[in-house]
């Protein structure tokens, strides 16, 4: 699906290059799904007169592949820690100039998080701005596996010297289960379900953790459309990152009537942090500086605060409003808690469940940068594990798009020999 939807947006991205003006100053964004207020887009576009054309990438491997390969000269890209410190070993980003950025200061941030910085990543602080922050988690359906039971069986697990993550490896109950379909993730699931670091690079727990996933059938693999799955019953389980579950709730009325939960293990889990980076391929790097500056604006500017009154947000409340992962700027986690706190605003109970902050997890790991011998041991034995199980059962919606993608590429077609025809007739007049 996402593929295909890759395919349309380059379509999209062929016409808008054919119909808009050459002179016309342009920002190429490289980042995730439903990882930006696209108001903000708009708002920026108006405010530096330019065009914004954002590309969407499914994991950080895509993200590396299209950087490395100058699939186009992006500007900006929203990668995941470890990934950044793949691209700047590898001379992949531009090192951040932060006396370009105004709205910067590192005391701005959150304490946990530039502690785990400080720990795991000092030696790239160099080369990004914060973006969000979160954890991986076990959501469930309440429907299908109520509260009570489900931490029955953590209870039980414990009783056996397990961990709560092995509750994604019950044998009785794979049909049930959704993975996450990404090599670093599933196989960081497996390693912790196995008491391993989920940076281990020793071929004997890779081994165990590919024998643990290869003897499951899960109901199947996904990314974004686990948190979909689970809240509509198609998977009673599955492994979930914090602002996808944190998302699913914003997407109802009453968040405290969802009929899913999500459980934070505590002791050992993968606690990530993306982060606004400036890829070598940039071509504009000044606008590029003044996204970053915009994204991490945290005051009301004059002219909102005239046009929206009391609805004025600051560009980073307005963006983590709209994404719903913790942010990662201290007065904007601090709004947050007190706007979902607010009685009036329906979202009442969010901020205080352990899915939503990761600064208190103490068993907190970044994924690192393993080099090139041990990344490739995990996307061979990903492959291996994945040759063995079904894919998710195709979604009609899929020919839908496939229909409108042929549309746009006729479209497109039309549109470039109806400029030719019109370039010939000028010719001849001439």
């Known amino acids: 699906m996402k593929k295909l939807f890759l395919f349309i947006l380059s379509a999209l991205l062929v016409f808008s290059l054919v119909g808009c003006g050459r002179n016309q100053n342009k920002l190429y964004i490289l980042n995730w799904d439903e990882y930006i207020d696209e108001g903000l887009l708009d708002k920026f576009e108006e405010q530096f007169d330019c065009k914004v054309i954002m590309e969407i ?6 993200m590396y592949s299209r950087i490395s390969s100058n699939a186009a000269d992006y ?4 990668p995941s820690d470890y990934m950044i ?23 701005a941030f959150n304490e946990a998080l530039m502690a785990i910085i400080n720990r795991d990543c ?25 509260e009570e039971e489900f931490d029955a069986k953590i209870t039980q697990l414990a009783s056996e010297g397990k ?17 996450y379909a990404s090599s670093r993730d599933a196989i960081a699931c497996a390693l912790m379900a196995l008491g391993k670091s989920v940076n281990t690079s020793d071929l004997a727990d890779l081994t165990q953790a590919e024998e643990l996933l ?23 389980m599955a492994l979930v990152y914090s602002g996808d579950y944190i998302d699913a709730l914003y997407s109802i009325d009453d968040p405290l009537e969802a009929n899913f939960r999500m459980y934070t293990p505590h002791d050992i889990n993968n606690v990530f942090f993306d982060a606004m980076v400036i890829p070598s391929t940039t071509q504009n790097k000044e606008l590029a500086y003044e996204f970053i500056n915009f994204m991490i604006d945290t005051e009301i500017s004059e002219e909102d605060e005239e046009k929206l009154g009391d609805e004025a947000m600051s560009n980073a409340f307005s963006n983590a409003d709209a994404v719903g992962y913790c942010p990662t700027l201290k007065s904007v986690y601090e709004e947050v808690l007190e706007y979902l706190e607010d009685p009036e605003g329906g979202y009442t109970g969010i901020a205080d469940q352990d899915a939503y902050y990761p600064g208190d997890i103490e068993g907190g790991e970044v994924y690192k940068y393993l080099g090139k011998d041990t990344y490739s041991a995990y996307e061979e034995a990903y492959k291996r ?13 899929g020919y839908i798009l496939i229909g409108i993608m042929g549309l746009l590429v006729i479209g497109v077609g039309g549109y470039i020999i109806y400029l030719n025809k019109k370039d010939k007739k000028n010719k001849d007049r001439i």
């Not at 990438?57 to 895509?62: C, F, G, Q, T, V």
């Not at 459309?225 to 809240?231: E, H, M, S, Y």
């Open 75 to 78: 500007d900006i890209a929203i």
């Open 122 to 146: 000092s030696s790239i602080k160099e080369y990004f701005v914060p973006y969000f922050w979160g954890s991986l988690g076990i959501m469930y359906n309440t429907d299908q596996i109520s």
């Open 163 to 179: 961990n709560a993550w092995n509750i994604l490896f019950d044998k009785e109950n794979e049909a049930n289960i959704g993975m």
């Open 57 to 62: 990438a499914e994991s950080n491997e895509i």
């Open 385 to 397: 594990i994945k040759s063995g199980t079904d894919e998710e059962e195709p979604n009609v919606s």
């Open 214 to 236: 290869k003897g499951m059938n899960y109901k199947g693999w996904a990314t974004d459309d686990l948190k979909t799955g689970v809240a509509g019953g198609k998977y009673q």
């Open 85 to 107: 410190s793949q691209m700047a070993e590898e001379g992949m980003l531009e090192k951040i100039n932060f006396e370009n950025l105004d709205n910067y200061s590192i005391d």
